[in-house]
């Protein structure tokens, strides 16, 4: 197969790296892995430590396309949330300013912008500003809530998980809204972009409003489950002394879940919308 181009997938042992990345390859693209650990992740060639390696500053030099998906929602601590949203993107941007890619795909978040007090939201807004001032194409999807399908549960999914038959803990009163999108449509929308569609920032959102409280019982298949609400005061008291578990993603879950779905960015790049409701109860 004649190569199609060559790609450079930051974050590459992410999940959604793991279903993409096979994808590029079956296209015919020469594909490089950029991760901080050695790991093995299917691309062609894999840099690690790539935030200091002079081998990934050459690879973005030269690639065609960039897709960026590196990235932390629940970061351990302020600088930790500067250093994975904000630091990588502006190395990306640095290396490919004067470099030969012709277009960057990046995964944001849904109303990131930099006047958001929230810290993942407002890196997010400088990281999307960082690589429109590259003068190159840029196509930003903004992303909520990302969701496999049933029997490939991510370390999201997996929070909406019973386990062994106990309460499902929801932050909040579990009232507040969302619209999940399946991982799939994140990357066929990516694979998309790649040879379609324009540069602009878009709203990648699933076609289905739902309660937090409702997507756990879909997600359990289970109208039953039990669910135990952490009421927010609780919530934002224990995200100062529980491990793993920062402020800034229990204000995410409170008061940012909400997204817009727009079914214009699904027509930008040719795709129909998954229904998360028929992947976990297809009857």
Same mark, same amino acid.
């Given at each position: ?50 935030? #200091? ?161 409702? $997507? ?12 135990? #609400? ?24 409170? #008061? ?12 930008? $790049? ?7 409701? $028929?992947? $976990?109860?297809?009857?």
């Amino acid at each position: 197969m004649q190569e199609a181009g060559k790609i450079v997938i930051t974050s590459a042992n992410c999940a959604t790296a793991a279903l993409l990345i096979p994808r590029l390859r079956q296209n015919g693209y020469y594909t490089t892995g950029l991760i901080r650990r050695p790991a093995n992740i299917g691309t062609d060639a894999v840099i690690t430590d790539w935030m #200091h390696s002079e081998a990934a500053k050459q690879a973005m030099a030269d690639a065609d396309h960039i897709i960026h998906l590196s990235g932390d929602a629940n970061a351990g601590n302020n600088h930790q949330y500067k250093e994975a949203n904000y630091t990588t993107t502006k190395r990306v941007a640095d290396c490919i300013r004067n470099g030969r890619c012709r277009r960057v795909i990046y995964l944001s978040y849904a109303h990131a912008a930099t006047s958001q007090h929230n810290l993942y939201l407002h890196y997010k807004g400088h990281a999307e500003h960082l690589l429109q001032e590259t003068r190159k194409e840029s196509v930003i999807f903004r992303c909520p809530v990302i969701v496999d399908a049933p029997g490939q549960p991510s370390r999201m999914d997996q929070l909406f998980h019973s386990k062994r038959g106990r309460p499902v803990p929801a932050i909040g009163d579990g009232r507040q809204k969302m619209n999940p999108v399946y991982r799939g449509d994140v990357v066929a929308a990516i694979l998309s972009a790649l040879v379609s569609g324009r540069a602009g920032v878009y709203d990648l959102s699933g076609p289905e409003e739902m309660t937090i409280d409702d $997507f756990i019982r879909l997600a359990n298949q289970d109208p039953a489950v039990r669910i135990r #609400h952490i009421p927010a005061w609780l919530a934002k008291t224990l995200s100062h002394l529980v491990p793993n578990l920062s402020p800034t993603f229990v204000d995410l879950m409170l #008061h940012h879940t909400r997204s817009v779905y727009n079914p214009a960015t699904y027509a930008e $790049f040719g795709l129909e919308p998954s229904r998360v409701s $028929f992947l $976990f109860n297809p009857s």
